[in-house]
């Protein structure tokens, strides 16, 4: 209970700063979409986020206008056909997730946490039921992140996000934001449409 309001409070404070830190940068982004593609700078989606109420979400848009909504990128037929030119470069780099910092200040998220489900990715939310992750903020990282990301299957996920819920402490944390920027310099687990990608490739060579 004491790290959790630790926690909270942390997230609000590092938020607060980082919106005001990177500010340069954000301003840099939304100049590069604008004449990159038609269409808003920020992409809402709804996901799921403490004991499953749902919130709005915000990204940097990296798709199409006519992307069929409320989709996982995993479930899109041929999904790099969706994403624009700036898009690839801000999800090769996670840069189109530096808007969440705006949810962290808000209080629907946390810095470290399972990573926010969309409200119809039944099949994630039901696995993360079995270990509690659910009851937790969401977060802008997580432990899934440093162990695959979009490379691990959903089962994997919901264990990884498991494991957290056990063993939440602050050097974990600090453990996932570190890791987080190396996995990111590293662009591993970055496969578009491509989740349970390592355990497809692992039946292939049995």
Known sequence: MIFKLFKRIMDTLLSFIGLIVLSPLFLLIIILIKLDSKG???????????????????????????????????????????????????????????????NIFKGNMSIIGPRPALWNQFDLIEER???????????LTGYAQIHGRDAISIEEKAKQDGYYVKHMGLWLDIKIFFGTI????????VVEGGTGTLEKEQQKEK
């Open 40 to 102: 808003p700078i920020l992409f809402k989606q709804k996901r799921v986020g403490k004991n499953k109420k749902h919130f709005n979400i915000y990204k940097f848009r990296t798709m199409r206008i006519d992307t069929p909504k409320d989709t996982p990128t995993h479930l899109l037929e041929n999904p790099e056909q969706w994403i624009t030119k700036m898009g690839k470069f801000l999800r090769k780099t996670s840069l189109d997730e530096l808007p969440q910092i705006i």
């Open 182 to 189: 190396w996995k990111i310099f590293k662009s591993d687990g």
């Open 129 to 139: 039921d079995k270990y509690g992750a659910n009851n937790l903020y969401p977060g």
